[in-house]
């Protein structure tokens, strides 16, 4: 059902939308981001007396004029960026089941946005955001879920959830996706579902083993009876994203961090660190679940020194004399 103030959904969007869900395998919370995004246009073009109800009216114009209005009600470009992406989706899917015969956003340009990166730890402050808080003995006695028990477990929580983040890469929608039914401590990998509904398995450092067994321990003074999710919130309920980025926070700054991360700074800290390490842009696409090797050259920040130093070990040219 669509917000009040949004329009009602021609057909042609919801059958857009129900392919993303169906057949892409995308989450709900991608799918509401394209319908938002779309209707957003459609609001437009009804202002006009067009709609995507008819998708063969909407012409090139239409698309760059929604933008140019985007751009001046202040909308920053990576917004402007994404809802342009979510009208070449749909009538890319509008041409795939013949209701257009031209896309309408060919020869629309992307806007230019400077290249941002989310704020990453060097592998000292990673240490020092995961040794906040050491991880006591397991126990395998229930105690009060208030006091001093909580606080334990909370703790315990953290440093978990961060382990996981960092130790093996994960989205933040991942690992709060994670049910503790499904896991073993034992196991040096965890199955994890990506997006597109794509699994894969992510490997499990000691310090994240440890820190997941002594959790578990601690998980029933907090989780809700019958809640399944692996990170639960202080009401013992699956915990939401916004929680998390809380928790890293509060991390950062315990560890005396001159700027706090978010959860998924931990992930490109992750990914960073592996490569200045040595490791394969391959082999790194395949630990963040990455369907393009495009994705993944944005983590890198190889500076022009070890850029130089590799150049000049394996390029034939640089070793001529």
Not at 198 to 214: C, F, I, Q
Not at 278 to 303: K, P
């Amino acid at each position: 059902m669509a917000p009040p103030d949004r329009p009602v959904p021609p057909e042609s969007v919801e059958m857009f939308l129900a392919h993303l869900e169906l057949e892409r395998g995308y989450s709900p919370a991608t799918v509401a981001a394209y319908g938002n995004d779309v209707l957003q246009f459609e609001e437009v073009l009804l202002r006009q007396g067009l709609s995507l109800a008819e998708p063969q009216r909407v012409e090139r114009r239409h698309v760059r004029n929604f933008l140019a209005d985007l751009h001046r009600l202040g909308r920053r470009k990576t917004s402007m960026g994404r809802k342009l992406a979510a009208l070449r989706s749909f009538f890319r899917f509008c041409a795939r089941m013949r209701f257009i015969t031209a896309l309408p956003t060919d020869g629309v340009g992307n806007p230019r946005t400077e290249k941002r990166h989310p704020a990453l730890l060097n592998v000292d402050q990673a240490f020092a955001l995961l040794d906040t808080a050491p991880c006591g003995k397991p126990s395998g006695k229930r105690r009060s879920p208030s006091g001093e028990g909580a606080a334990t477990a909370l703790q315990a929580r953290d440093i978990c959830l961060a382990e996981i983040l960092y130790g093996s890469g994960l989205r933040v929608s991942e690992a709060l996706a994670l049910n503790a039914g499904r896991l073993e401590t034992e196991a040096r990998t965890v199955r994890v579902l990506g997006k597109g509904g794509k699994e894969r398995l992510a490997p499990l450092t000691d310090t994240a083993r440890t820190a997941l067994a002594n959790w578990l321990s601690l998980r029933p003074l907090l989780a809700a009876r019958g809640e399944h999710a692996l990170f639960v919130g202080a009401r013992g309920r699956r915990l939401n994203r916004r929680e998390a980025q809380r928790i890293v926070e509060n991390l950062c700054r315990r560890a005396g961090l001159p700027h706090p991360v978010s959860p998924h700074g931990l992930r490109h800290s992750f990914a960073t660190h592996l490569l200045e390490a040595g490791a394969d842009l391959r082999s790194v696409q395949e630990l963040l679940g990455h369907a393009r090797l495009t994705t993944t050259q944005r983590y890198t920040h190889l500076d022009l020194a070890r850029l130089t130093a590799v150049y000049d070990k394996a390029h034939p040219k640089a070793r001529e004399e």
